[in-house]
């Protein structure tokens, strides 16, 4: 079955510290997409990343950086230089394709990893 | 613009209350989807429909109801059946499959008084 884990619940870090996000998945599919969201306090989720099983090069954008290792079945988000805006809840998701046996073509999300940073 | 309209922002219920969540996409998604988000808590499946007048129970459907008449409106009904519905309500809608993932609504904040 699917399955995405997101072991870190919440992290603390000071304004201008790396930190990275870490994100493990669990698919029989040999097609399959991952993405990267941003929750801020106002709720709405922002989408930040959508990457798919065929392209394993690593992604930047600005302070962001995605790392996706199909060996280990990680798809890590690093954020470099941290700021306070960075505070927010982040969801790693992957796609269950739709016509699989069993699959109903929905997202399947961790469950979060709280991230605080601090000036 | 495009995008998913979730109204209203903050919403009052009193026990014993039935109440409707309203959600309208003008994106032409075919899929849409209701997630509710309890404080420290991930996101958990409602109901979600993949095609109009067709939807599917999520993992924690009971309390709760839908409907999809039209393309761009998934409803969402809080029962009184529901025995803990204070939490965060999130629609999002999707084109066929989850393969372009997700677009987010603003979410609804329910809360029983």
């Known amino acids: 079955a699917q399955k995405v884990t997101q072991a870190q619940t919440e992290i603390s870090v000071v304004e201008k510290e790396d930190v990275t996000l870490d994100c493990v998945y669990e698919?029989?599919?040999?097609?399959?997409?991952l993405f990267w969201y941003k929750q801020p306090p106002s709720g709405e989720l922002v989408f930040l990343i959508r990457?798919?099983?065929?392209?394993?090069q690593n992604e930047i954008s600005g302070r962001y950086s995605w790392n996706f290792q199909k060996s280990t079945s990680s798809f890590n988000f690093t954020i470099t230089a941290s700021q306070v805006v960075d505070s927010a809840v982040y969801f790693c998701?992957?796609?269950?394709?739709?016509?699989?046996?069993?699959?109903?073509?929905?997202?399947?999300f961790g469950q979060g990893t709280t991230l605080q940073v601090k000036p | 613009d495009g995008g998913i309209t979730q109204s209203p922002k903050y919403l009052f219920r009193k026990e014993g209350q039935n109440v409707t969540l309203s959600c309208e996409q003008n994106?032409?998604?075919?899929?849409m989807y209701w997630y509710r988000q309890d404080p420290g808590q991930g996101l958990r499946l409602i109901y979600y429909?993949?095609?109009?007048?067709?939807?599917q129970k999520g993992d924690i459907a009971e309390g709760y109801s839908v409907s999809r008449e039209k393309k761009e409106s998934f409803p969402l009904t809080v029962t009184s059946a529901q025995k803990n519905p204070t939490a965060f309500y999130l629609c999002?809608?999707?084109?066929?499959?989850?393969?372009?993932?997700?677009?987010f609504g603003s979410g609804t904040r329910l809360t029983v008084v």
């Open positions: 998701a992957l796609s269950e394709n739709r016509g699989l046996p069993g699959n109903t073509g929905k997202l399947i």
């Open positions: 698919t029989r599919d040999t097609t399959y997409y």
């Open positions: 999002a809608s999707s084109p066929s499959g989850a393969n372009y993932g997700y677009t």
């Open positions: 429909s993949q095609i109009v007048n067709d939807f």
């Open positions: 990457r798919n099983s065929f392209d394993e």
């Open positions: 994106l032409n998604h075919d899929a």
